[in-house]
């Protein structure tokens, strides 16, 4: 759909600010002076991993997907957003002359709101989702940062037995991407992890809870699910190159890949696992030819639906990697940031990719959305030594009210890293920001 112009105002130029909500979990999100340059994709493939790929935005331009916010600079917000999670436009703002022009490719509404950005953004987030109650959600260790795709199930045993040792209130074991045989075949295991059934029934064993880590819409053209169901992929979908292999997109309108991804979700479940870390969401909503004439975010709510289905309706989903209003309702936990690194700043220079600096930018520029939508998941907690400015990620983490999780390899922590983890250790905060 083409963009039509929707409305124009007049603001302080000098004051005035544009809030540009970005696409999914690692789109950068904040709030920008009208002379600035907001963060743009380095390429075209993060265009696709991290931004909202059918819709580029053009030099000059800012843009949100489903809001954009103008603070005037006189008090006053002015606001044009997405009527619903089903239907999710992009809206630009453009300069001419002393006018911000703002223009939209499908239906928005607009509201004004006396007060600052911050008062404007938490009332239009309760505006849009009907209210949940969220229990506080307890802390967790994940294997992620500290062991990457090298996991093995003598790692989570070793941190097992040390998260006890130093009394570290770790509720729950997250088993990350590195358990499993190829992107797609989340039931097949990688030789070199060892058994999964083994460092499952340890970590409940232990008292805890289980997670585990898939990207369900996403197949690897490595994969046997790849080469044994091509027609069970979207036709046309290209969702980027990671784990050098190109990546294909799962069409959960197909009744075999509908039935597939409902099992292997309630075989993790059989297995006693209850927290589902559901990576590289943006999949799910990429346009394509599907098995039923569905448009892309009607097709990625269905899948999140079988999802579901599939891990009970007491599992706690955790969406990472995701398209933000498409997902309310439907997950418990929400990544809002990029990932993090053990360095400040990204090396590709866009703080959409990994990095401590878009992960704080990011991060709480969305802070509002905790306990309005989902639980917010800032990213994990890393503070051991190599750790680039681990004083600040620490404070960050502090400052938010959302998800709490260790990913250190906990023999790695000193003193410091190891008083800090158990500090801020903590459930997460049941009131929104």
């Known amino acids: ?50 931004y909202r790929p059918e819709t580029p ?23 044009w957003s997405a009527p619903g999670p089903l239907q999710v436009p992009s809206v630009r703002a453009r300069r001419e002359g002393d006018r911000l022009v703002i223009s939209a490719d499908g239906p928005v509404r607009h509201h004004r709101v006396e007060g600052d950005l911050g008062r404007a953004l938490r009332a239009w987030a309760d505006d849009l989702a009907e209210p949940r109650t969220f229990p506080p959600v ?58 999964l059934a083994r460092a499952l029934d340890a970590v409940t064993g232990s008292g805890r809870r289980a997670g585990i880590w898939t990207a369900p819409f996403l197949v690897g053209h490595d994969s046997r ?14 969702a980027g190159r990671m784990w050098n292999q190109d990546l294909a997109v799962l069409d959960v309108t197909h009744p075999g890949a509908a039935e597939h991804l409902t099992h292997v979700f309630g075989t ?32 990625y709510r269905r899948g999140l639906e079988l999802v ?53 930018l990011t991060g709480a520029a969305r802070e509002f959305l905790h306990a309005r939508w989902w639980v917010n998941d800032p990213d994990c907690l ?22 709490r999780g260790s990913s250190d390899p906990i023999a790695a922590l000193d003193d410091w890293g190891l008083e800090t983890t158990r500090r801020l250790l903590v459930p997460t905060a049941t009131d929104p920001s």
Request: glycine content about 12%.
């Open 1 to 50: 759909m083409s963009f039509v112009d929707v409305g124009e105002i007049r603001c302080d130029q000098a004051r005035a600010r544009v809030f540009e909500h970005g696409w999914q979990s690692w789109s950068p999100t904040g709030a920008y002076g009208l002379g600035d340059l907001p963060p743009r994709p380095a390429d075209e493939t993060i265009q696709i991993l991290a």
């Open 57 to 79: 935005v053009p030099d000059g331009v800012f843009q949100g997907e489903g809001l954009l916010a103008v603070e005037t600079g006189d008090g006053a917000v002015e606001l």
């Open 138 to 195: 307890p802390p967790m260790w994940c294997t992620w940062y500290g062991y990457w795709d090298k996991v093995t199930d003598a790692d989570v045993l070793e941190n097992l037995a040390l998260a006890d040792r130093h009394a570290l209130p770790t509720d729950m074991f997250l088993i990350d991407d590195g358990y499993e045989a190829g992107i797609g075949d989340w039931l097949d295991p990688r030789p070199g992890f060892g058994s």
């Open 225 to 238: 699910l790849h080469r044994e169901h091509p027609d069970w992929l979207v036709d046309g979908a290209y």
């Open 268 to 299: 993790f479940a059989a297995m006693g696992i209850t927290h589902f870390k559901l990576d590289y969401l943006y999949a799910g909503a990429l346009a394509g030819r599907r098995h039923e004439d569905l448009d892309p975010i009607a097709a």
């Open 308 to 360: 579901r289905r599939g891990a009970g309706p007491r599992a706690t989903l955790h969406g990472c990697g995701a398209p933000m209003l498409p997902s309310i309702g439907l997950v418990d936990i929400m990544r809002v940031s990029p990932d993090i690194a053990p360095t400040l700043h990204p090396r590709s220079g866009d703080i959409s990719q990994p990095s401590q600096l878009g992960a704080r």
């Open 382 to 403: 890393i503070v051991r030594p190599e750790v680039e400015a681990r004083q600040e990620w620490a404070a960050h983490i502090g400052a938010t009210g959302g998800l």
